[in-house]
C-alpha cells in the first residue's frame, strides 16, 4: 500500500475516532468498546441515543450489513486488520476517489467520500463532523503528501 493510502486510511480512523483506541482501532465499537476476535463483524447493535443505532465497528466504523456485501465482493476471510483496511480501499474506489488518494488531491478525495463516513466534513448525517484542516493536518502527520 503507498504512503498517500495508509496516510488516508490514517486519517479516516482519525476522524472516526478509533485510531489509538484497542488494536489501533481494528476492534473498536461505535461505542468505543473494544471487541475479541475478528473471525467475524462483531454486529453488536449500539444505543447511541434515543434515535440512533448503530452496529458500526472496527477502525473505519463499517456497519455489519456492509461487511457481509465486501465481505463476499472480495473474497475476504475474516474481519481482520486487513480485511478492514481492504473494505475501506473498495469504499474509496467505489466514490470515485481513490486516484485523488494516490495522486494527493486530499480535499477532493475526502469530499467524495464524505457520503461513506459520517465524521468527514460535508457528510450531512446530522452526526459530528471533523474540520477539513484538522483531517488534513492527521493526513499529513501520517505520512501522506497533499498535491
Known amino acids: 500500500m503507498n504512503s498517500n493510502r495508509k496516510a488516508f486510511l490514517d486519517m479516516i480512523a482519525t476522524s472516526e475516532g478509533t485510531i489509538g483506541h484497542g488494536d489501533n482501532g481494528y476492534n473498536v ?3 468505543g468498546k473494544l471487541f475479541q476476535g475478528y473471525a467475524d463483524h462483531p454486529r453488536i447493535l449500539v444505543k447511541l441515543s434515543p434515535v440512533l443505532k448503530s452496529t458500526a465497528a472496527g477502525r473505519y466504523q463499517l456497519l455489519s450489513k456492509y461487511f457481509d456485501y465486501y465481505k463476499k465482493l ?3 476471510p475474516d474481519f481482520s486488520p486487513d ?8 469504499q474509496i474506489r467505489e466514490c470515485k476517489a481513490l486516484a ?3 495522486e494527493g488531491r486530499f480535499d477532493m478525495a475526502v469530499q467524495k ?9 460535508g457528510a450531512g448525517y446530522n452526526q459530528h463532523e471533523n474540520k477539513l484542516e484538522d483531517l488534513r493536518a492527521a493526513y499529513i502527520e501520517a505520512g501522506g503528501v497533499v498535491a
Open 29 to 31: 465499537d461505535v461505542g
Open 83 to 90: 480485511s478492514q483496511d481492504a473494505i475501506a480501499i473498495q
Open 74 to 76: 472480495l473474497k475476504l
Open 100 to 102: 485523488d488518494v494516490d
Open 113 to 121: 467520500c464524505a457520503h461513506i463516513w459520517a465524521s468527514l466534513p
